[in-house]
């Protein structure tokens, strides 16, 4: 996933923009927003069909509501007795943008106090998890907002192409002109989600036993768990050894060496843009907002093997059956406690 490029406006706006990431925050009193439409307790983020289906699979029967806006492909949200609902945006920025603002703007949701479990499959870090691990971020970083050289004619002494937007090398933390290049998700809601869900059983497949069996060291070789660690979003999908050495560098240096990559996705820095548009609105609370990637294929190629040969032959590696199973087996848990216990989460994310 990466690049695009942009110049000389920022020197006009970098007065007005943020140079560091910030956490989420209040945004004046949801008293201000009129309440209408259905109220949510949580709203499941989908990317394509058979993310969204595996909700749909457990935990019907359900709603159908029509919203207009969403994707032509996925143009309802479905919701549950539980007050429960799942919707699909699309895949890619786009899609995830435009189909999370016309959810969040829709007037057929009350959603100033609903929990967002934004939930799709990724491609995965080998020294960080494997086939079927289920992640939950603590920062979304997109990897797309960055300069790019051609890797035949990097300059002498970079060991990558890629630089941040108005910065001179590669090691260099870019002004943040975008204001989406980094978003620190509410580290409790994470570490809450983690609790709830650490010691569940993950599903696992043949195919992708004997995938990660090529692979010389742990984590990658060992079956699936639900780890913490964040993900990065961009459309371009990747896969490389230096590129996922960047991709570990890129993170440190977006979120001043705190955070820690892991996945590798398309959508979620859009999605969370957009859901920062309806906070600045009052219509949703940024800290109610989590995000669970499971590995569907490696990021790099193991030992002897090509790139291109992991790239084109990622759907061999049988990660993609259990990753979307997973992404309800570690998730649900924080979904159900959160429905069960409305009285604990409805004012914000419980002591524990």
């Not at 309802?76 to 899609?95: E, F, K, P, R």
């Not at 978003?183 to 995938?211: I, Y």
């Not at 768990?225 to 977006?254: E, F, H, M, P, Y």
């Amino acid at each position: 996933m990466l690049t695009r490029s942009l110049v000389s406006f920022a020197a006009l706006t970098l007065a007005a923009c943020a140079t560091t990431a910030k956490a989420p925050q209040d945004n004046g009193s949801f008293a201000d927003a009129v309440p209408s439409g259905r109220p949510v307790k949580v709203m499941i983020i989908s990317m394509f069909e058979p993310e969204g289906q595996v909700w749909l699979n457990h935990l019907g029967p359900w709603e159908s509501i029509p919203v207009a806006g969403l994707s032509p492909d996925y143009p309802n949200v479905h919701c549950n007795q539980s007050d429960i609902c799942v919707m699909t945006t699309g895949i890619g920025h786009a899609n995830a943008a435009a189909s999370t603002m016309a959810m969040t703007f829709s007037q057929r949701f009350d959603l100033r106090k609903t929990y967002f479990l934004i939930a799709g499959i990724a491609g995965i870090d080998p020294a960080q998890g494997t086939l079927g691990s289920a992640a939950w971020a603590k920062y979304l970083v997109d990897f797309g907002i960055q300069w790019e050289l051609d890797g035949r004619e990097i300059p002498r002494g970079w060991k990558t192409g890629y630089l941040g937007i108005n910065t001179k090398n590669p090691n260099e933390k870019p002004p943040l002109d975008y204001r989406s290049e980094v978003f620190p998700l509410n580290p409790q809601l994470a570490d809450t989600a983690f609790a709830l869900s650490h010691g569940v059983a993950l599903s696992d497949s043949k195919e992708a036993q004997l995938a990660r069996a090529k692979y010389r060291y742990a984590p990658a070789n060992q079956p699936p768990s639900v780890i913490q660690c964040d993900t990065l979003a961009s459309d371009n999908w990747w896969s490389g050894t230096l590129l996922g050495q960047r991709a570990r560098d890129w993170t440190k240096i977006l979120t001043d060496g705190k955070g820690v990559y892991c996945t590798t996705q398309q959508e979620d820095n859009a999605t969370y843009e957009a859901l920062t548009r309806a906070a600045n609105a009052n219509r949703v609370d940024l800290h109610r907002v989590a995000v669970l990637r499971a590995g569907s294929d490696f990021d790099r190629p193991y030992a002897g093997q090509t790139s291109a040969d992991n790239l084109l032959n990622y759907a061999d590696q049988g990660g993609f059956t259990p990753a979307v199973e997973n992404l309800y087996r570690a998730g649900n848990p924080v979904v159900q406690d959160i429905a069960t216990h409305w009285g604990d989460w409805r004012d914000g994310v419980p002591q524990r």
